[in-house]
């Protein structure tokens, strides 16, 4: 039969983090490795799930899954929940080495950037002279950074 491995964590789904989780899949010479997910929740709500991310051969791979939360993320304040599931029956699943990481990241910011206008100007050799410019240009640009890890836990 299909399996599932569900550990609920002490701690809760907050916002502006990026949570990354890594696990070890085994792939056995003598076993077929089969269909597999990994899952993060906040509560009831799943925030991310991925179905098999890596495909090891004959040994170990590390899958990830990753998802960033923000003010209006679903499940904020819900106790974060681990779940590794095999998705097909009879099957072997083998995993290892679970982690969360936890990093903080900044409210996203705004920034903008203006450029300069620019001359230039060319002078033929028949005595024709031609200008080109390129007008002032302004844009918003958004920008995330991912700072120090604030949590760890292993299970």
Do not use: M
């Not at 903008?112 to 230039?120: I, L």
């Amino acid at each position: 039969t299909s399996g599932t491995i569900t550990q609920t964590l002490p701690a809760t789904a907050q916002r502006d983090k990026l949570y990354v989780v890594k696990v070890d899949v085994l792939d056995r010479r003598d076993k077929d490795l089969r269909s597999y997910a990994v899952r993060l929740y906040a509560g009831t709500t799943l925030l991310q799930e991925v179905v098999d991310p890596v495909a090891p051969s004959d040994g170990f791979a590390v899958a990830q899954l990753a998802v960033q939360t923000f003010g209006n993320t679903p499940g904020l304040g819900g106790d974060l929940k681990l779940e590794l599931v095999g998705l097909e029956g009879g099957v072997w699943v083998l995993f290892d080495n679970v982690r969360l990481h936890v990093f903080s990241c900044p409210a996203q910011t705004t920034a903008t950037t203006t450029v300069s206008t620019t001359v230039s100007t060319t002078v033929s050799t028949t005595g024709t002279t031609s200008v080109s410019t390129s007008p002032t240009t302004s844009f918003t640009t958004t920008s995330l950074t991912t700072q120090s890890t604030t949590a760890s836990t292993t299970g």
